[in-house]
């Protein structure tokens, strides 16, 4: 007796929702199904207007967007869905950290917010500090993010 279809199915892959988990660490205050797009103000560097925008696979990646977005507010981490592909964000693969240990993206394309974190633990103030400090003194000798 050969198997029907639906015992076929029973041998493939089951469907789940959390294949992968993306977030935006960010000051902005948004709601579920909005959309992060690029083309308005970025929230770092001489806050141009945005040619990527960014995401990350890892929770920490997302503390640091949200703790180092400049603005008022606090911090927030949202889960997004990318609507288009995505790639290997240039400034903290290969040139700072080979491969892509953080898990960080970036799009020209909209991501979706598909919910909130609303309990983390920020990283100590000394430390958010030290890497503001940095991000300072980076500027001041001409480096900025990767946009090409």
Do not use: C
């Not at 979706?112 to 430390?127: I, L, M, N, R, S």
Request: net charge negative; charged share 25%.
């Amino acid at each position: 007796m050969e198997p029907t279809k639906s015992e076929n199915k029973s041998n493939e892959a089951p469907q789940t929702p959390f294949s992968q988990t993306y977030f935006h660490g960010t000051k902005a205050d948004l709601m579920i199904g909005d959309y992060i797009i690029t083309g308005i103000q970025s929230n770092y560097g001489q806050k141009k207007s945005a040619k990527y925008i960014y995401l990350t696979a890892t929770l920490d990646a997302a503390f640091w967007g949200a703790e180092l977005a400049l603005g008022e507010g606090r911090g927030r981490i949202y889960l997004v869905e990318p609507i288009g592909p995505i790639e290997d964000d240039p400034n903290l693969t290969d040139k700072k950290f080979p491969g892509n240990p953080t898990k960080s993206y970036r799009s020209k394309h909209p991501f979706k917010v598909v919910g909130e974190v609303t309990v983390w633990q920020a990283h100590p103030p000394e430390q958010v500090k030290a890497m503001k400090d940095g991000i300072e003194k980076a500027r001041q000798l001409g480096i900025e993010a990767i946009e090409d």
